[in-house]
């Protein structure tokens, strides 16, 4: 018999197949429905000032057909890969809403951002600098298969691979299905460059310059990743390939911290695989790189004492992204177990917001270096998109930070 845990797990899981599954039919209601309606609603004359309307709504159902030719097939891949049936009649359709379809429009531009020459500029700016930082500090490529780097918030494993095409030995950890599910997607089944094609750009109907803009279309990837293998066999053959990539699924402070944080949550378990991984990891990465990850912290103090713990001593943190701490407007209350004060084995239920705790960036350095840690490098204020549209009227910009600690105690 299934425990709760596992039934869980599975009602996750097949609610975000079921979501990429059923994208077109959520994305034909909210995009085009709303559009035709309106259409429908203006006089004779006024429609025959717009002779191109309809035409457009019509490329529009093309494009959102293109993309769904993509969901399902990472629906149905994926479910295979994940030991689930493949009959999405018995996945978790009834739970899936309006928030996890939206979540797939940032999916298509999180694969712009990593898998595509579309992102080359904003993957130079940010994956670029850690990525140099680190060929600097290690300079010798046939060395670097024994440098450990960790990247939580590996996303679509883009920079997973950039490490490894470098040389190092890399793992990435997600805690997201929808990333993790579509990563393994474009990870496992690329058979060339180019090999997928989809339209990103279709679900914003703002500060656009050319209707074409909204519709054009986005070769993905521009790497192969499968190509690593040979490129290392033919040049480096003297490297153990097969031990250099890894990715895990998880929360990273429940699978990278130490075993003595105080508090029980969704992301932090007392789950014996948690606990021996944890374990496992006790200054166990020489590099550990984070990359628009810091940020989705809700106890920022919990990612550093989970970053001290898995890195080793005079390891560094490299950390590149802005402090736009996603809980700030989060409503939502968890109830935590921690143990009562001055009891080893009596816990209480203590009720706690995910926002709250959003500090400045002074704030975050001083309590960055009170918890052990050095600052080699940092710089402030360097600007860059995410996820953004070149061609766009408008957009928005980071001023990030970068910065490589040394964890000195």
């Known amino acids: 018999m299934a425990s709760q845990q596992d039934i869980d797990e599975y009602n996750a899981l097949t609610l975000v197949l079921s979501s ?6 959520y994305a034909k209601r909210k995009y085009i429905d709303p559009r035709i309606q309106k259409w429908n ?5 006024d429609q025959e000032l717009l002779p191109f309307y309809q035409r457009h709504l019509d490329s529009l159902n093309h494009c959102i057909s293109m993309n769904e030719n993509f969901t399902k097939d990472v629906a149905l891949n994926s479910s295979s890969t994940w030991g689930v049936t493949n009959n999405p009649n018995n996945w978790n359709n009834n739970s899936v809403t309006s928030t ?8 298509l531009n999180q694969y712009v951002r990593e898998w595509s020459e579309a992102g080359s ?3 130079d700016q940010s994956f670029g600098l850690i990525l140099k930082e680190c060929e600097l500090l290690f300079p010798e490529f046939d060395k670097r298969s024994d440098v450990k ?6 996303g679509l494993g883009r920079l997973v691979v950039e490490f490894v095409k470098r040389g190092f030995q890399c793992q990435g950890n997600e805690f997201s299905y929808f990333m993790l599910l579509n990563s393994n997607y474009i990870l496992n089944n690329t058979y060339m460059e180019n090999n997928f094609i989809i339209c990103p750009y279709i679900h914003k109907f703002s500060n656009i310059n050319k209707k074409n803009d909204q519709l054009r279309q986005v ?10 293998s040979k490129e290392f066999q033919e040049n480096h053959p003297n490297i153990d390939f097969e031990n250099l990539m890894s990715m895990v699924a998880g ?3 429940d699978l990278y911290g130490p075993n003595d944080l105080n508090s029980l949550t969704n992301i932090y378990t007392n789950n014996e695989e948690a606990v021996n991984f944890r374990k496992e990891n006790f200054e166990n990465w020489d590099i550990i790189s984070t990359c628009f990850f810091l940020d989705t912290a809700s106890n920022i103090i919990d990612y550093l004492r989970t970053i001290k713990h898995a890195l080793k001593k005079n390891g560094k943190w490299i950390n590149f992204g802005p402090l736009l701490w996603h809980h700030e407007d989060d409503e939502t209350v968890d109830n935590f177990q921690r143990k009562k004060n001055g009891s080893d084995s009596e816990t209480e239920s203590v009720l706690t917001p995910l926002k709250g705790l959003e ?13 052990g840690f050095k600052f080699i490098k940092h710089e402030s204020g360097i600007e860059t998109t995410y996820g953004g549209d070149d061609k766009s009227l408008g957009s928005w910009k980071y001023k990030c930070e970068f910065w490589v600690c040394e964890k000195v105690e």
Request: charged residues 25%.
């Open 100 to 107: 996890e379809f939206d979540k797939i429009t940032k999916i």
């Open 359 to 371: 500090l400045t960036r002074e704030d975050l350095i001083t309590l960055i270096e009170s918890m």
């Open 219 to 228: 070769f993905i990837p521009d790497y192969n990743p499968n190509e690593l």
């Open 20 to 25: 990429l599954y059923n994208y077109s039919g």
């Open 121 to 123: 500029i904003e993957r």
């Open 149 to 154: 780097v960790l990247v939580p918030g590996a």
């Open 41 to 45: 609603s203006l006089s004779k004359d």
């Open 251 to 253: 929360s990273f402070v």
